[in-house]
């Protein structure tokens, strides 16, 4: 009877109605990739950025542009390789170095710059070789589940708490699950990550790890506008903002990384 | 009998023509009035405004020229005044006079008028039968019936000579000619529909060809609504002072509402001040943010106003006595914000009579209380508090499904994720106490004690306790979340109010205010087995406390009668605290600032040509202890009125604006607001150049106004999380960014103030534009900014019936919205894909509009007074789907919009009683 009073006194509820809309044409920033890392040649990639109403999310590439890199006050003209890459294969790339990019389009000056950090410096880790209990079908289902091993840990100096990246990857040819059960799905990745941080260590949880056997430990030292594509965006209308990029004119990632690999072997308990 | 004699006697002694008795000091019997004491301070109000007040606040009957007396700019500081006394004030120096009748109505005239229009008014109490011979036979007598207090000419008067069959009607002029008429000895008689009936004895002197006779209107008998809208005005917009709105609380109850009649709502039917905003009590005046107004009760400022979310304010109109909002160019006295100033006094209570009363609504109750002490002594008290009805329920759980997912399953269906079993949910309410005592030991003091405490528990938390199998295997399982949002304010004022001479007034406030505001949205879980427990939590914790500590003394002096002195001093220290930390553990905001913030002002006003021209300049010094700096805020305002209806007004004004409230972002746990202090380089100290000027031309039944502004804004601040790249939560100072803004408009007014039918129309064209380089490299319009707004408030008055409805229109809001995508191969090989959006702000969500409407009939008591009203309001009538914001999800690349809409039809049910 309550209800009904309510329903009666309410027929016109608060409610959302959802619709597909037609939204105003896309941005027209080109979308940058470059990941500066130390020893190799500079290298790019450059697109188009995709309609909110296409079926993919990356557009099509972005070529025969002039573009430019100055870096110790030499400027470095880059070569279209076609399929939006662009490289100059006489700029090789040094850590604590600046680059300067810059480039015109749709009658914008695009520009971005960014330091490669220093290698990750006293580096440890905690094992280099842990144990796992394998869950099978035939595991027996204990509840609550036995404690986990304990995490790996690694640790590095990190006096002005920049940013680090660790990334997990199994080496294995033909790597054993550690979930072996016919419920397991089949694509479970080889490679996992942490997420970035400011401090001078962190944990590699064990359960974690999907797989047995070899495993690198690629620890990056990374930069801040990297760090800041792990954020979630927003997606209400009251704050809704444009992802966060260092490049002006232009959305994506220019950003110089570094890195220190360890290795691990993940057995059998 | 003797009652009769008394006022008689006191009519005679009072009220004669020249009001020569108060300054002769004769001895009279006492009145009634006598015992009616007025303690009041009115600053350069106009004198119908005044006389309003009185009707309203004393329960006078006052029957005036409204034309006449919203010219006249009165100023006078009453402590303990007889209403006699008061009168004598109202009228000397200003060519009126006043009578008093019977029913003891007070009539206040304009004496010149009747010597420009030559009318001789003839009163029929006055004159005796003429008992000589007569002089002239069979002539012709004519002249002009008129309102005596008003001097309106009436038409439709029957007009005759007494034991004859001679007579006439006035004509639309009021003019009327008898021919043929015996003698000049005769008795004229005069009646009329609503006028006291009247007889006027001939004389051989009278003039038989210009004899204008005055007709008193009968109170008793005059329809109810025309003396309610003469009397009390829920809005007055008009006023000495540019962009001032005056409410009357008391007449809140006329206009519809969403569960509870409220003050700060009824504003936002005004012209300046945007109505679509369903979500905040707060008031965006003329483009700024509710920060930016300044809102003081009784004397100390309060921080919050919203209760539910923002749906009601926390203002009980049962506590209040009247409301004044400033909207721009406001006088030095006042400062501290950027925007606009609301200043809220509270009841004082009766000395005289104990009074109850409450309402009861679908949202809330409500109770109040006026106790007459002592003679000098009186309290006001009132509390309020939600309950768990059906419109309260109804905005909680609307608010939840559109805050978070993560709330949206809890909230609604009263059952915990999966639906398991053993749910308990918390209850959530608001409450309201407000307190005033008011002391009047002498006839030169009054002392006030004013406390106000109200908060808002909002309780999202369920818990679920171990299911029965578990429990039977040993096994103890709890876990639940915890949303608790508390906020609220206390503040109390004491204050002093001295008349040192009859032309020295001061008033000393101090004053403390309290905001508070805690966030506790945390899961945590404990597992336990014999012998082994563990226990998780994870969530957020939000601490914002602030401290206003306040010292202010107000001086008015009266140096001549064209110059008035304003001065006064204030100091305030401020103390404010906000943490915010994750998983009990991480602290990532723990910011303390304290300050002193104390200054002075200086203003002075001058009177030119017979007050027509009131010129007001000033200037505000301030110290603000975090900057070591001195602010200077000039200040200047003008009034010309050009005509008796017709007025020029304009002010200057320079604004600084020292404690900031930010909006945290969350969407995932909801925003969250917090006050901060202004520092030097993370928040700057703001500031505002405010213009305005302004034509309006009024009558007594109507007011025309149009008004335009232009207001800059300088080192504004925002907060957002959007472009930090700190991952690991929240940076402090890098999150602010620091900009420009301005905001323009023009205002339009229509008001018809009198009659069974009130109401007014307004029309308001503005533009709010930020400048913001971490959000774009133009101009863009800030997110409050509305181009149009119309809004029309018409209430008719029939019987024990009111009937009102509201119609708002407003153009759409800003907003962003996806503009294209991208994809970015991360170092993990992963690619994660990202939105980008529009330029900020240049999409404009759908007009906003809606209907309001509501029914109340009143209920009398013996005395035929007023004692409450039942009603029924009907809220958004036509069910108009407004959107309050827009969701984006991407679902196979494709962006889906979502409109979250304001709410809908919600109608409300009212009952409201009072003992007197």
């Known amino acids: 009877m309550k209800k009904s009073i309510v329903f009666i006194l309410f027929p016109v509820a608060l409610f959302s109605c959802k619709k597909e809309v037609s939204l105003p044409e896309y941005n027209v920033d080109p979308v940058v990739t470059a990941y500066l890392s130390p020893g190799i040649a500079f290298s790019l990639l450059l697109a188009h950025q995709q309609s909110t109403s296409s079926e993919t999310f990356s557009g099509p590439s972005l070529d025969s542009l002039d573009i430019t890199v100055t870096s110790n006050d030499t400027v470095y003209h880059l070569t279209s390789k076609g399929n939006g890459v662009y490289t100059d294969s006489e700029l090789i790339l040094r ?9 015109a389009y749709n009658n914008k000056v695009v520009t971005a710059s960014t ?22 079908s035939s595991t027996t289902t204990t509840f609550p589940p036995p404690a986990q091993a304990d995490p790996v840990t690694l640790t590095w100096s990190n006096d002005d708490a920049s940013y680090y990246l660790i990334v997990v990857q199994n080496l294995e040819k033909n790597p054993i699950r550690v979930i072996d059960t016919t419920s397991t799905s089949a694509d479970t990745t080889l490679i996992f990550r942490n997420r970035p941080t400011i401090s001078a260590s962190e944990d590699i949880n064990t359960r974690s790890f999907t797989y047995f056997g070899r495993h690198r430990i690629v620890l990056f030292h990374i930069n801040p506008d990297y760090a800041s594509l792990y954020d979630n965006s927003s997606s209400n209308s009251q704050n809704l903002s444009t992802p966060s990029t260092g490049i002006n004119n232009g959305v994506g990632i220019f950003t110089g990384i570094n890195s220190d690999t360890l290795y691990l072997q993940v057995d059998k308990q | 009998m003797k009652r009769t004699l008394i006022v008689l006697i006191s009519i005679l002694c009072i009220c004669s023509a020249q009001s020569q008795i108060f300054k002769k000091q004769v001895k009279r019997l006492p009145s009634p009035l006598d015992k009616i004491k007025i303690s009041e301070h009115f600053r350069m109000e106009p004198l119908d405004s005044v006389y309003n007040f009185l009707c309203e606040h004393y329960g006078l009957k006052i029957i005036y020229d409204t034309a006449y007396c919203s010219t006249i700019l009165f100023d006078y500081w009453y402590i303990g005044t007889t209403v006699p006394i008061a009168l004598e004030i109202t009228i000397r120096d200003n060519d009126l006079s006043c009578t008093i009748d019977s029913t003891l109505t007070i009539y206040v005239k304009a004496k010149h008028i009747h010597n420009v229009k030559k009318r001789t008014l003839a009163f029929s109490n006055n004159i005796k039968k003429y008992q000589g011979i007569p002089q002239t036979l069979k002539f012709n007598l004519s002249g002009h019936i008129a309102d005596d207090s008003t001097n309106e000419l009436l038409a439709g008067a029957y007009v005759s000579i007494k034991g004859t069959s001679l007579g006439t009607i006035s004509d639309k002029d009021g003019a009327y000619t008898i021919n043929d008429v015996p003698s000049d000895t005769v008795t004229i008689s005069v009646s009329l529909i609503g006028y006291t009936p009247a007889d006027i004895y001939l004389t051989p002197k009278t003039d038989k060809n210009s004899l204008t006779i005055g007709l008193h209107q009968e109170a008793h008998m005059l329809d109810e609504a025309v003396i309610t809208a003469n009397k009390i005005d829920l809005m007055k917009m008009s006023g000495s002072t540019i962009s001032t709105i005056k409410l009357s609380p008391e007449k809140l109850a006329q206009i519809p509402n969403v569960g509870e009649k409220d003050i700060m709502r009824t504003f936002q039917l005004m012209p300046g001040i945007s109505a679509a905003n369903e979500s905040s009590s707060g008031l965006y005046v003329r483009g700024g943010t509710p920060d930016q107004n300044l809102v003081i009760y009784d004397g100390f400022t309060v921080y919050q106003v919203d209760h539910l979310y923002g749906f009601f304010s926390a203002f009980n109109a049962n506590a209040v006595k009247e409301v004044e909002l400033f909207k721009g160019g406001f006088e030095a006295k006042y400062g501290g914000r950027l925007s606009s100033v609301t200043d809220i006094t509270g009841k004082e209570g009766s000395t005289k009579q104990f009074n109850l009363g409450g309402d009861v609504s679908l949202l809330s109750a409500n109770l109040f209380t006026e106790i007459p002490i002592t003679e000098n002594l009186s309290m006001v008290a009132a509390v309020r508090r939600s309950w768990n009805g059906p419109i309260y329920n109804w905005i909680f759980n609307s608010f939840n499904k559109n805050s978070g997912s993560s709330q949206q399953t809890n909230s609604g269906s009263g059952r915990g994720p999966g639906g398991a079993d053993g749910v308990t949910k918390a209850k959530s309410y608001f409450y309201d106490i407000n307190t005033r005592l008011t002391f009047t030991p002498t006839k030169k003091d009054v002392f006030t004690y004013s406390f106000f405490n109200g908060s808002d528990d909002l309780n999202n938390s369920f818990t679920v306790n171990t299911p029965a199998f578990l429990a039977n295997m040993g096994i103890s399982l709890n876990f639940g979340t915890t949303d608790v949002t508390t906020y609220g304010n206390t503040g109390m004022s004491m204050g002093w109010q001295r008349k040192w001479t009859s032309k020295l007034h001061s008033n000393t406030v101090l004053s403390y205010s309290n905001f508070y505001s805690d966030r506790n949205r945390i899961t945590n879980g404990t597992f336990g087995r014999p012998g082994d427990t563990t226990t998780t939590i994870t969530g957020i914790f939000e601490h914002n406390n602030l401290k206003d500590l306040s010292l202010r003394s107000d001086f008015d002096w009266a140096i001549t009668k064209w110059n008035h002195i304003g001065f006064g001093f204030f100091g305030t220290q401020y103390d404010i605290k906000y943490t915010y930390s994750q998983n009990d553990t991480a602290l990532l905001v723990n910011s303390h600032n304290a300050s002193l913030l104390a200054g002075g002002y200086l203003q002075d006003q001058f009177l030119f040509f017979k007050n027509k021209l009131v010129l007001t300049p000033g200037v505000r010094l301030s110290y603000f202890g975090t900057t070591q700096k001195q602010y200077t805020e000039p200040r200047l305002a003008l009034n010309y009125n050009i005509t008796h209806k017709l007025s020029f007004k304009a002010a200057y004004g320079e604004y600084y604006q020292f404690a900031n409230r930010i909006t945290r972002e969350d969407i995932s746990a909801g925003s969250s607001e917090f006050w901060i202090l202004s520092d030097k380089t993370t928040v700057p100290v703001s500031s505002a150049v405010h213009y305005i000027a302004g034509l309006s031309y009024e009558t007594s039944a109507y007011l025309f106004g149009v008004e335009g502004y232009y207001k800059s804004l300088d080192n504004i601040t925002q907060y957002t999380e959007r472009f930090s790249a700190n991952t690991s939560g929240i940076s402090y100072s890098q999150n602010f960014y620091v900009g420009t803004g301005y905001s323009q408009g023009i205002e339009f007014t229509a008001q018809k103030k009198l009659g069974k039918f009130t109401g007014w129309v307004s029309y308001t064209l503005a533009k709010t534009m930020d400048h913001f380089a971490i959000f ?15 809004k029309i408030v018409g209430m008719y008055k029939w019987n024990r019936w009111d009937f009102a409805a509201t119609w708002i229109y407003a153009s759409g809001k800003p907003y962003t919205a996806p503009g294209g995508s991208y994809g970015v191969t991360l170092l993990d090989g992963t690619t994660e894909n990202y939105v980008t959006v529009t330029s900020k702000n240049t999409l404009r969500l759908p007009d906003y509009h809606r209907m309001d ?11 035929k007074k007023d004692v409450g009203y039942v009603g029924i309001s009907l809220f958004n009538v036509y069910a108009r789907e407004n959107v309050w914001y827009k969701e984006f999800t991407v679902v196979d690349n494709h962006v889906v919009e979502t409109n979250v809409n304001y709410l809908s039809f919600t109608p409300n049910l009212t009952l409201s009683l009072k003992l007197k």
């Open chain 2, 776 to 790: 774009s490299a133009q101009d863009f319009p800030a997110d409050q900014d509305v181009r149009h707004e119309f």
């Open chain 1, 115 to 136: 330091v490669i950090p220093l290698k990750p410096a006293s580096v440890t880790q905690s094992a280099t070789e842990i144990s796992i209990k394998q869950v099978t």
């Open chain 1, 95 to 103: 850590a604590g170095n600046k680059y300067d990019l810059q480039f």
């Open chain 2, 853 to 863: 409407v509501s029914v109340n009939f009143h209920f009398y008591n013996e005395a």
